[in-house]
């Protein structure tokens, strides 16, 4: 079996999940920011859209360097609407699926480093950083988005089960 058969259907899952909270997010609320520390709504869900993005180089190469020395460091793109973010995300996710799909296991187990300024910050095999860094890191910003979402007195979806706001 592929490592890659796996993944997909928590890949299905997780991404269905997470669209569901993305597509709650109005327009008028891309601002909004629970403290001063925090990231604004709007950068928040276009950080885990990113994600994805970060899944496809993650497959793609065996490194990346967000601020090599001499080039210009990674800049996340912006979403100005919801509408503009769930394009983001829909292509993203697609691009991600396919890639993941296609992956064979001696490549899901090759190493990869993340880099900053040409230092490894770490280097694990890719599926490891599929799992951690990406879904998790994926999952995680989504229960944030979730409290921005009930602090915001907006309807939270059920995720894994019901919310007090809708059933399963």
């Not at 997909?8 to 909270?21: G, H, I, V």
């Not at 769930?86 to 090759?110: H, Y």
């Not at 999952?139 to 399963?168: F, K, N, T, W």
Request: hydrophobic share 45%; charged share 20%.
């Amino acid at each position: 079996m592929k490592i890659s058969d796996a993944l997909l259907p928590e890949f299905d899952q997780e991404m269905a999940n997470t669209r569901k909270c993305l597509a709650r997010i109005p327009d008028d609320k891309f601002s909004y920011k629970p403290h001063p520390k925090s990231f604004d709504m709007g950068a928040l869900a276009v950080h885990i859209a990113t994600m994805l993005d970060w899944g496809v180089v993650t497959l793609q190469s065996d490194s990346f360097d967000y601020a090599p020395v001499g080039g210009q460091p990674y800049v996340a793109p912006v979403a100005k609407n919801n509408a503009e973010l769930l394009a983001m995300f829909d292509k993203a996710s697609a691009q991600f699926r396919a890639g993941l799909a296609a992956m064979e296991n001696e490549a899901m187990m090759k190493p990869w480093s993340l880099q900053a300024g040409g230092k490894t910050m770490f280097t694990m095999p890719k599926v490891a950083v599929l799992r951690g860094m990406i879904f998790n890191h994926i999952v995680h910003h989504r229960g944030q988005l979730s409290v921005y979402l009930r602090m915001c007195d907006i309807p939270v979806p059920a995720i894994y089960g019901p919310s007090a706001d809708e059933a399963s």
